[in-house]
């Protein structure tokens, strides 16, 4: 970016278990300044204030409003992004949303329409495993043909993530819940990237298997098939009982242990979700030994950015 040239003003809608993601990213990033946010939560919201500055907001659709803002980052609950997208479209902000665009298809096209109208850009799920530097070289090598032919694409996904908090609306697939909505955006992404081109067929079937997670899918085996012939497999299993993660040496959660336990705890009715999700949000405090702690700075620490060593108080 040239001196001539002004930062891109960015509102974030959301300032929930996304938001400890993406963050640390986009403080680092000059093309971008962070000036609002939006968020139903007081103490998201004040601690946003003493790192950011700029305007905070309990609606998007009062942040969408505000002039500072030129974008939108749409990170709020599944089952709002349609709606808070098209608020954002309509004032003529761009927006960057995360997966997934909407709940439907008459909601897509809505906020297409508008975006037509206004002149807004949309990234819908600029955030997946699509975008990773390491699924992009690898198709730049496919396509410089040193490895020879794609020739086929499994991939796995076993996770425990049926088994940690969650609100209701995460396992709710009729909410954009479930992994078909909140995991295997990635995995999907990903493989069109790979595979480089349209698809001619796509045949899935799909699991729910935990009887505290009824209405939420946590299993699904797709078979794929891209227009020059190159098959994909893929599994996604998020009920813990083996971890994909633990195949690579910087990988693994809790290990085997720590999903028995969540499972247990799960079946007996003992997890507190609401306390373990608030964990895991921008601005959340949680009392401890010593006082309250902020366990959104030691998730987000683990990007390793330095900014993110002075947390709010």
Not at 180 to 203: D, N, T, Y
Not at 281 to 289: N, T, Y
Request: charged share 25%.
């Amino acid at each position: 970016m040239s001196q001539s040239e002004q930062p891109l003003r960015i509102g974030v809608a959301g300032l929930g278990f996304g938001s400890t993601e993406f963050l640390p990213v986009l403080e680092r990033m000059p093309q971008l300044k962070i000036v609002a946010g939006a968020d139903l939560r007081p103490q998201a919201l004040d601690a946003f204030k003493a790192r950011y500055g700029g305007n905070v907001y309990d609606n998007v659709e009062a942040m969408c409003a505000d002039p500072e803002v030129e974008a939108v980052w749409v990170s709020t609950p599944n089952q709002l992004h349609g709606e808070n997208s098209l608020a954002a479209v309509k004032q003529g902000k761009h927006v960057c949303i995360r997966k997934p665009m909407a709940l439907t298809m008459e909601e897509c096209q809505q906020i297409l329409d508008a975006a037509d109208k206004t002149g807004a850009k949309i990234l819908a799920g600029g955030q997946t495993q699509g975008t990773n530097p390491i699924i992009q070289a690898t198709r730049r090598l496919l396509l410089e043909g040193e490895m020879g032919r794609l020739t086929g694409i499994t991939m796995w996904a076993y996770t425990g993530w049926m088994l940690n908090p969650r609100m209701p609306q995460e396992v709710d697939d009729s909410q954009g819940g479930g992994i078909v909505w909140r995991q295997m955006p990635h995995q999907i992404e990903a493989v069109r990237w790979l595979g480089g081109g349209m698809l001619k067929s796509v045949r899935a079937n799909t699991g729910r298997w935990r009887p505290e997670r009824p209405n939420g899918t946590g299993y699904a085996a797709v078979y794929m098939e891209f227009e020059d012939g190159t098959p994909v497999t893929l599994t996604y299993n998020a009920y813990g009982y083996f971890d994909t993660s633990e195949l690579i040496e910087w990988g693994g959660d809790s290990g085997i242990q720590g999903r028995q336990q969540r499972r247990k705890q799960l079946l007996a009715g003992q997890m507190d979700e609401a306390k373990g999700k608030e964990a895991t949000r921008f601005g959340a405090l949680i009392e401890g030994k010593d006082g309250p702690q902020v366990p959104w700075a030691d998730r987000a620490r683990r990007w390793r950015e330095p900014l993110w060593a002075a947390v709010p108080a």
